[in-house]
């Protein structure tokens, strides 16, 4: 049996080790430049830090709308979940119609579907250009990437499609038009350390005081001043991590709480901020002192973007959706950030959050896997897609 080339491709992205944090994408963005280079398309590699590698491809018919498809190289790392792997994540393995591998879903698969689907596009384009956006670091919060380069004015598109996975359970769900922002900090509480014999006579222990500081942010509900016309909500994430204590017979004097806020469209930074506050204010004793930090840099607060639903790219990617999959998709709000949120609030360009192969309920965690029909799927759907909106 004949390996569809978006099989190969992808296959061949997977056993390029990309993980973030880890060894950057130097590696993986040179092997994608001259895949694309070797197949007639003009590809560049942009490195915004020592080994952390964009790559930029152009296919240009002439005059007429440019379309860009965007993808992020880098992958979540295999982390303490390895042992939980059934097959090695460096090697995408095929079980019937699945194809397991780190970065399968998110999102190598959609990466190989796009360089094929520009290949086919630019054999047959009579007018217009397709730009392939192929970004670092998004799974770490896209500053050497997709915020670079639209930092830097490189993001030059008419519009942008992010192939991220369109599925959570099921391929091809919906057709997602807002990227959800992020929002991380820390609560730092700070008690007195001493004999644990004693604690009776103590301030309230750290840990404890931070359990309390838990609780309470668990059932936090952030106001939405002005929801999206999704309504989606925020999903408060309390104490992703925490860490307190010293030893047996020690009454912990020092703890923190690091928590995230998936944020949506309407949500103001300092109105949230001042709810923060007062909910810890609350819920925290008098007898300890704490602070709120947030994460320097775009995990700190990074805004929630939304596509006008009345732009050409929804109307192009619904008819390609009829065409390749049989039907139009639901709109939807994404569940996680894209890059969509950079592409539209700095580079100004209007951009689809997800429309890809794969599910989001298996990335970041042992077993990741894609469709090997849904790959097959995307490369058709990307063409088709393309050639709509350039008018081919």
Known sequence: MTTPPVLDLTHQLVAIDSQNPGVGESEIAAFVRDHATGRGLDARVVETAEGRCNVLVEADAGSGPHLALSGHLDTKPIGDGLSAWRTDPLTLTVDGDLAYGLGSSDMKGAVAAMLLAAERWAERARQGRLSLILTADEEAGSVYGAQELSS???????????????????????????SRGICCFEVVIRSQQGHSGLSERLPTSATVAAARATLALSGFEPSVAKPSSLKSRPTVNAAVRTEGGVFFGVHPGEASVACDIRTVPGMDRDELDRELRALLADALPDDVTWDLRYVPGSLGWMESAELDVDNPVLRAAQTACGSVLGRELPLAAYPGGTDATHFIRTAGVPTIAALGPGWLSVAHGPNECVGVGQLEQAVDLYEELAREYTGN
């Open 152 to 178: 830097r004015g490189l993001v030059d598109a008419d519009a942008i499609v992010i192939g991220e996975p369109s599925g959570v359970s099921d391929p091809w769900e919906a057709l997602y038009v807002v």
